[in-house]
């Protein structure tokens, strides 16, 4: 799957990732293989909105994210969403607080996302649309970003555990011929620093005979091992090349 589709994002999109340049700056991505090719899973650690953003406007490559469907829901659901779910619950405001701040912050939101084309992702039957056209954009050459973190507590340094519904999106992959590359991903907000491990392929997480729930948890574990690596400047210099001259191909 080496596709490189064609990437539009619309004008408006365009326009507010360049405005928000100054509060998201370019991370150091520290590639422990090789830069990430098309058509692969991505699963990262969320940190709030610093993760999708790195990603989106700095990686370089094709993306399709997973959101919530509320995230494409109208304005209303998604401001309902926003300021009990995600600033209450997830990121601890009081709730007052939040209910003023996305009198402002939600309707900035809803055209973000509408730019952004996400997948939606829903708790019931809606999740098989959800899967196909996950893989749809997949076999086009996008790149599929899922955060699979358990947050309930929050987005934490140290992460919890993953939900397992990537690994059904890659057991459908491979049931139509495609053994998905899946990248392990961690963003550091405190250095910017974004590791990408070298990818695995589904075939080899679940070679033998893993459940749904052991692949998440191992893949979990790499992902906060990924967050504790310390990197010396010689490795950050190489990584930075590395990147550049990916850049450059795609």
């Known amino acids: 799957m080496s596709t490189q589709p064609q990437v539009k994002r619309k004008w408006y999109f365009r326009l507010l990732t360049k405005l928000m340049s100054g509060r998201y700056k370019e991370p150091t991505f520290i590639y422990l293989g090789e830069p990430i090719e098309n058509g692969a899973l991505i699963l990262s650690n969320h940190e709030g909105t610093d993760a999708p953003m790195s990603l989106e406007m700095y990686l370089g490559r094709p993306l399709r994210m997973w959101g919530t469907g509320e995230m494409n829901a109208g304005l209303g659901r998604l401001y309902r969403y926003q300021t009990r779910y995600y600033y209450h619950e997830k990121k601890h405001w009081n709730l007052t607080l939040a209910r003023i701040f996305c009198l402002l912050a939600s309707p900035l939101t809803w055209l973000f996302?509408?730019?952004?084309?996400?997948?939606?992702?829903?708790?019931?039957?809606?999740?098989?649309?959800?899967?196909?056209?996950?893989?749809?954009?997949?076999?086009?050459?996008?790149?599929?970003?899922?955060?699979?973190?358990?947050?309930?507590?929050?987005?934490?340094?140290?992460?919890?555990?993953?939900?397992?519904?990537?690994?059904?999106?890659?057991?459908?992959?491979?049931?139509?011929?495609?053994?998905?590359?899946?990248?392990?991903?961690?963003?550091r907000k405190s250095d910017k620093v974004y590791v990408v491990d070298k990818p695995v392929l589904y075939s080899e997480s679940s070679s033998h005979g893993q459940s749904r729930s052991e692949i998440a948890a191992m893949l979990c574990q790499r992902c906060n091992e990924l967050g504790r690596m310390q990197f010396d400047a010689e490795t950050l210099a190489r990584s930075q090349g590395v990147a550049e001259s990916a850049a450059k191909i795609s």
């Open 113 to 187: 996302y509408s730019g952004l084309d996400l997948i939606s992702t829903y708790h019931d039957a809606r999740f098989v649309k959800t899967l196909r056209e996950s893989v749809e954009s997949l076999k086009a050459g996008y790149n599929i970003v899922i955060y699979p973190e358990v947050s309930d507590k929050g987005y934490l340094a140290e992460l919890e555990g993953f939900h397992e519904g990537f690994v059904l999106l890659a057991e459908i992959c491979k049931k139509r011929g495609i053994d998905l590359p899946i990248y392990v991903t961690y963003f």
